[in-house]
Structure formats: structure tokens, C-alpha cells
């Protein structure tokens, strides 16, 4: 709790004295800080653009590789389809019987008897 008030003092201390400056020595420093927060601004945008690169060259390969695996989704078809050429289309049983909720709740599950004896 000292450090947070030691911290707050020499904040304050600083804006105080940036304040206390005139107004053409303040137009300096803000002068003075106009590359740094260019530099700021354009490191940010830099990373922006690199992660969108990233993204440009890795998911064309991603859909290839799943595709190739059999694991690519049906909505990915048509594109792959287009980029390297005609997909088989495979009828999937399926394995689990689905059953509809209205049907689901409709139906009474039945009651298990419990047996259950108390030893002292």
C-alpha cells in the first residue's frame, strides 16, 4: 500500500510539474513525443498486418490438409472443390438412434426398485 502511495505522489508530482510549464515548453514536449507515438502506432499496425499474412497462408494449406485427411466440413466442400478438384460424396449410417423430444418425453421411464437395508 506505501508503493501504490509513493507511485501516486511522483504521478502527481510529474503532472504538476508538466503543468506548471509554459505553454510553448509544453508544445515542445508533445513535439518531442510525435515520434514515439508514431513508432507506437505503427508497431501495433505492423502486428495487424503480419497476423492477417499468417492467416492468408495458413488456412488455404489447413483446408488442403483436411481435406486430404477426410476430415474437411461440408460447408468447405464447394471450396476445395473448386481449388483442387471434385469431391466423392459418401453416405454416413448413422450410428446412435436419435429420438425426437416430443416422442422422448412422452414416454414414462419406468421406476427401479430399491432395496435398502440399515446396519447398526
Known amino acids: ?35 514515439g507515438i508514431l513508432l507506437l502506432v505503427l508497431s501495433i499496425l505492423a502486428a ?5 499474412v499468417l ?6 494449406v489447413y483446408k488442403l490438409v483436411s481435406w486430404v485427411a477426410g476430415t474437411a466440413r461440408r ?11 471434385p469431391i466423392e460424396d459418401v453416405e454416413i449410417e448413422p450410428q446412435i438412434e436419435v429420438i425426437p423430444s416430443d416422442l422422448a418425453a412422452s414416454q414414462p421411464r419406468p421406476r427401479r426398485q430399491i432395496d435398502v437395508r440399515i446396519i447398526e
Open 1 to 35: 500500500m506505501q508503493r501504490l502511495f509513493h507511485y501516486y505522489n511522483r504521478y502527481t508530482g510529474i503532472k504538476g510539474g508538466f503543468s506548471s510549464l509554459p505553454g510553448w515548453a509544453r508544445s515542445l514536449v508533445a513535439l518531442a513525443a510525435i515520434p
Open 48 to 52: 495487424v498486418v503480419s497476423i492477417a
Open 55 to 60: 492467416s492468408l497462408l495458413t488456412v488455404p
Open 75 to 85: 460447408d468447405d466442400d464447394n471450396i476445395i472443390a473448386a481449388t483442387v478438384g
